[in-house]
């Protein structure tokens, strides 16, 4: 899942790879029902053991070791801590919405390469794109936009959707 919000605490960030809905042509990981199970019990508690867990859905910590480590290396899914950006010092974020011209996947790998947007996807309807983006103040804010989402190749117009409170934010939806 993304971190909607939600910068990674865990050393320096590394963009995470741009992921495209699959159209038939990228394989998809079947997940069986332990495999489900692993995934709930870790969006419970993500520090979890894997002894645990393997209790909990009748495995060795071994097989769930492996199986971890197969969805994680097939893109399934990240275990990452989730923080929460004002307490780290970013008072702004905010949502933008950007119409381009061109290959919009082009420009969605541009916005996704910017060190403060955390979320990007493509999208039908008043927008191409939507981005989210985690700033210190106003200043910085400005500045992102004005220098570095609108001087992105193919973007023709952004319309800024400023976050004031956060009401609601899980990630423990589950497999359904």
């Known amino acids: 899942m993304h971190n909607r919000g939600m ?5 320096p960030q590394t ?7 699959n159209n038939g042509s990228i394989p998809v990981m079947q ?26 859905v009748g495995l060795s910590e071994a097989a769930v070791r492996q199986r971890v480590q197969r969805m994680v290396d097939a893109g399934v899914m ?15 974020q905010a949502m933008i919405g950007i119409k381009c011209t061109g290959d919009t996947l082009k420009v ?11 979320y990007v996807v493509l999208t ?11 700033c210190e103040n106003d200043d910085g804010l400005l500045e992102l936009l004005n220098t570095r989402i609108r001087e992105v190749p193919g973007v023709i117009a952004t319309e800024t959707l400023v976050y004031l409170k ?10 359904r």
Request: aromatic share 6%; hydrophobic share 45%; charged share 20%.
């Open 7 to 11: 910068p990674n605490s865990a050393g």
């Open 108 to 118: 969605a790998e541009k916005l996704a390469a910017i060190d403060a947007v955390d």
């Open 15 to 21: 963009p995470a790879p741009l992921r495209t809905a």
């Open 166 to 175: 956060l009401v609601k934010q899980q990630y423990n939806w589950g497999t």
């Open 124 to 134: 039908a309807g008043s927008f191409d794109a939507i981005v989210e983006v985690v």
């Open 31 to 56: 997940l069986d029902d332990l495999s489900k199970a692993i995934i709930e019990k870790l969006q419970q508690d993500g520090r979890r053991s894997y002894a645990g867990i393997g209790k909990a």
């Open 78 to 92: 990240q275990i990452v801590a989730v923080t929460d950006p004002m307490q780290l010092g970013f008072a702004r």
